[in-house]
C-alpha cells in the first residue's frame, strides 16, 4: 500500500505500547489494537514504520509481522502452536550426527553435544543421539520437559520460537537463544553445520545458498524481537 502518513509514534496505553500514524493506532490484519508488552519493542516496530518509503512493504517489517502473529493467532491457537514447535524436539537437529563421515560427525559433536548437555542440565531434557537419518525415539521425560518449556512462554515469545525452529530445525537451538545461551551467529552456525560442510567440500548453488540467507535472515529476526521483548 502506499505510504499515507508522515509521523511515527510510540504511545503508551493501560494495556501496552502501541504505534501511531500520524495520531491514528496501528492494528494488526485481524483489526486487533497492535500493542507490544515492552516500550523497547514498540520503539523498534515503529521503527519499520518509520523507515518505509514511499510504499509500505510489510516483508520488510519482521517484528510487526511476528508481533500481529502473537496478537491475532496465539490466544485462539496456543496449544496447537506449542504443540506444532514441541514435535521439533522428538525429531531435534542436533541428535543426528553423519554415518560414515567421521570429521563431519566429529564437527557435530563439538558443535552440538554442548547444546544437548545444557539442556539435560538446564531444562531437565536429555535427548538421545543417534548417527544416521533414521527416527530414535526420545524418552517421554525430556519431551514434556521441552513442552513444559514452552507452555511456560508467553504468545510473543511462542511467535519467535515458531519462527526459530521452523528455520533452524532444532527446538535445543531455539530455547537456548530464548535463554541468552547463545546468539544468533552462534543459532545460525549451529543449524547451518552440516550445509557448511558440504560447501566445504563441494561448492555451492544459487538454490542452496538463498536457502541459508533466507534461514539466516529469519533467525536474526526472531532473536532481535526475543531482544526487544528482553
Known amino acids: 500500500m502506499k505510504r499515507i502518513y508522515e509521523h511515527v509514534s510510540v504511545e503508551a496505553t493501560a494495556a501496552g505500547w502501541g504505534v501511531s500514524l500520524d495520531g491514528r493506532a496501528v492494528t494488526t490484519p485481524a483489526r486487533a489494537p497492535l500493542l507490544l508488552p515492552t516500550p523497547a519493542l514498540a520503539a523498534a516496530v515503529a521503527g519499520e514504520w518509520r523507515c518505509q518509503g514511499a510504499d509500505v512493504r510489510p516483508e520488510s517489517m519482521p517484528l510487526t509481522r ?19 514447535i514441541a514435535t521439533f524436539g522428538a525429531s531435534d537437529l542436533l541428535c543426528y550426527r553423519a554415518e560414515g ?42 519431551l514434556v520437559a521441552l513442552r513444559r518449556e514452552l507452555a511456560a512462554a508467553g504468545d510473543f515469545d511462542l511467535a519467535a520460537l515458531h519462527t526459530l525452529t521452523s528455520a533452524s530445525g532444532s527446538l535445543i537451538v531455539a530455547l537456548a537463544l530464548k535463554r541468552g545461551e547463545i546468539d544468533a551467529p552462534a543459532a545460525v552456525e ?41
Do not use: H, K, M
Open 66 to 84: 511476528l508481533a500481529a502473529t502473537a496478537i491475532d493467532l496465539l490466544p485462539d491457537r496456543r496449544e496447537a502452536v506449542i504443540d506444532e
Open 101 to 142: 563421515n567421521d570429521e563431519l560427525a566429529r564437527r557435530q559433536e563439538a558443535a552440538w553435544q554442548p547444546l544437548l548437555d545444557w539442556a539435560a542440565t538446564t531444562l531437565g531434557a536429555r535427548l538421545c543421539v543417534t548417527s544416521g537419518v533414521l527416527p530414535v525415539p526420545q524418552e517421554a521425560e525430556a
Open 190 to 230: 549451529l543449524s547451518q553445520l552440516d550445509e557448511d560442510y558440504q560447501v566445504e567440500r563441494w561448492g555451492d548453488t544459487p538454490e542452496a545458498a538463498a536457502g541459508r540467507r533466507d534461514n539466516r535472515l529469519q533467525i536474526e529476526q526472531a532473536a532481535a524481537f526475543l531482544d526487544w521483548l528482553g
